[in-house]
């Protein structure tokens, strides 16, 4: 079918199929003690993708869960030498100034210069893992792409972050703007080239509930402590709490949705996202709550037969319970982690993805026809340092 259309945009997940696949993924990977997650998360990226399409026409993912072994067995290598590099300088370091009295800070400051060594790493790893996912995308045969860049991603984002900080926030949706447009502006489809358009100062609308949060609680701790009420501090502190956590939601979905407005493809494509705050809140709210109904019951049944063969004299005898005992509790215990983590997938991550994905529309899509194929992309580590660094875990 020819993207000729509208520009519509479809999700056809089924939460059914969702759940059976991440629950047998999750059941794989827990029996090969985690090596299969790397083909655990490209099934659900393959499921995911050819579920959303443009005019009838569906993304692919063509990555290989092979692939992304290799890649992170490679990250895991380069990380373990930099880090024992690390390690043995701070050590010979840490070895001298604990030789005088009155260096604690210099000791202090070893364990936070150890810990600040992997982040640019980090960094590097979000760009990396981006370009890889869009590496192995395509639509309608052609691939996506994005510039070899992640370094250049990873000192600015150390910039951009320490303004952050330092301004207290203030800062955060020129962070926002910049650090997206230093990626989508090195993002391509085929021959044709992503641009971020608009201003980072178009962000500071969707910070207003992040800030009113931040007001509340400042400003009733301050008032609170004047008037040496424990209880008015003890209020202002929750309610500005929950508010900054539903602002940060908000601005989160805002900020996604001013970004990808301004977002052009060769110069022609446009896109128009229309999510709602109040509905991503309510996903996230209501599948939170069946989650933590669902986790008590089965945890609280899981109590239960560990009481009753207790009661029963199956663990007592005062000799403990025997390994014939414990091996079906703890099998049980981890069936019930894998049920909630698939559970969790088809009341959160599914329909937010739908949620998204409905509500973008590609405008002048007729222009896609016009691209051309893009060359192939080997993107070395394969997300490798993601996974090695954890932050790889996200559909």
Do not use: C
């Not at 009295?101 to 000791?107: F, Q, R, S, V, Y």
């Not at 956590?245 to 128009?272: E, P, S, W």
């Not at 559970?343 to 051309?372: D, S, Y």
């Amino acid at each position: 079918m020819s993207l000729n259309s509208g520009g519509i945009v479809r999700y056809s997940g089924q939460s059914g199929p969702i759940f059976k696949l991440a629950f047998v993924t999750g059941l794989l990977t827990l029996i090969t003690a985690g090596i299969y997650r790397f083909w655990a998360k490209t099934r659900m990226r393959k499921y995911i993708w050819s579920s959303v399409s443009i005019d009838g026409d569906a993304f692919e993912y063509t990555g290989t869960g092979l692939e992304k072994l290799l890649g992170f067995l490679i990250a895991i290598v380069f990380l373990a030498v930099y880090l024992a590099g690390v390690q043995l300088i701070l050590t010979f370091l840490g070895l001298g100034v604990m030789m005088q009295p009155g260096n604690e800070l210099a000791i202090i400051a070893s364990v936070y210069i150890s810990f600040f060594a992997i982040v640019p790493f980090l960094l590097f790893a979000v760009y990396r893992a981006r370009r890889y996912k869009l590496a192995r995308t395509r639509l309608r045969g052609i691939r996506f792409g994005m510039d070899n860049a992640a370094w250049g991603y990873a000192w600015r984002a150390i910039g951009h972050y320490l303004l952050t900080g330092i301004t207290l926030g203030a800062l955060l949706p020129r962070q926002t703007f910049y650090l997206e447009k230093y990626m989508t502006d090195r993002s391509y489809y085929g021959d044709a080239k992503f641009e971020q358009g608009g201003r980072w100062q178009g962000l500071y609308a969707a910070l207003k509930h992040v800030l009113i949060g931040l007001a509340i609680m400042i400003l009733g701790a301050i008032v609170g402590g004047v008037m040496n009420a424990e209880a008015l501090i003890g209020i202002a502190v929750f309610v500005g709490y929950f508010w900054f956590m539903i602002g940060f939601v908000y601005y989160r979905v805002h900020a996604y949705a001013y970004l990808a407005n301004h977002k052009t493809l060769d110069g022609q494509v446009t896109f128009t996202a229309t999510p709602s705050t109040a509905e991503i809140i309510k996903i996230v709210l209501v599948g939170g709550i069946v989650l933590g109904v669902v986790a008590a019951i089965a945890f609280g049944v899981l109590g239960g037969v560990v009481y009753g063969m207790a009661a029963s004299g199956g663990m007592g005898m005062g000799m403990g319970p025997n390994i014939a005992q414990i091996v079906p509790i703890v099998i049980l215990y981890l069936l019930i982690l894998i049920g909630l983590g698939a559970l969790g997938v088809v009341m959160i991550t599914h329909p937010i993805i739908g949620h998204l994905a409905t509500n973008l529309k590609v405008n002048n899509a007729e222009a896609l026809g016009a691209v051309r194929q893009r060359a192939y992309d080997k993107g070395a580590d394969a997300e490798g340092f993601a996974d090695a660094l954890d932050i790889g875990g996200a559909i």
